[in-house]
């Protein structure tokens, strides 16, 4: 089992940007884990909107994000980022990493954007866009 911690959430105008953090302990995500962010806003469902296979960096991503959200890792840190370019309102939520160790690209290609399979989460990030 894994402990993740999120980080870099806060209040930003519309425009703005920031990037999350999801900290990963006593772990390394250098295997062949599969590494998602979602979101969830009261009234609304629970959303994946990116992962990453952290044994290749392949990416995936909501089509309601592409172009704005970008995922990345950094094994030495055992950290995924989320950065997430011009914040709409519609973005404000609290954002959740969630990971499924030892997935395999195979699971994570077909089930890396549904939020069944993913046995450990964070406690989750609050981001909140004004305009």
């Known amino acids: 089992q894994v402990r993740l911690v999120e980080s870099g959430g806060g209040s930003v105008e519309v425009g703005g940007s920031l990037t999350l953090s999801c900290v990963a302990s006593p772990y390394a995500f250098d295997r062949p884990d599969c590494v998602a962010w979602f979101r969830h806003s009261p009234g609304k469902e629970r959303e994946a909107v990116a992962r990453?296979?952290?044994?290749?960096?392949?990416?995936d991503y909501a089509d309601s994000v592409k172009g704005r959200f970008t995922i990345s890792q950094d094994n030495a840190k055992s950290t995924v980022y989320l950065r997430i370019n011009n914040l709409t309102p519609e973005d404000t939520a609290m954002y959740f990493c969630?990971?499924?160790?030892?997935?395999?690209?195979?699971?994570?290609?077909?089930?890396?954007?549904?939020?069944?399979?993913?046995?450990?989460w964070g406690q989750g990030t609050q981001v909140t866009v004004s305009s």
């Open positions: 969630a990971a499924n160790l030892r997935a395999g690209m195979s699971w994570c290609s077909v089930y890396g954007l549904s939020p069944f399979g993913y046995k450990d």
């Open positions: 990453i296979y952290t044994g290749s960096g392949d990416t």
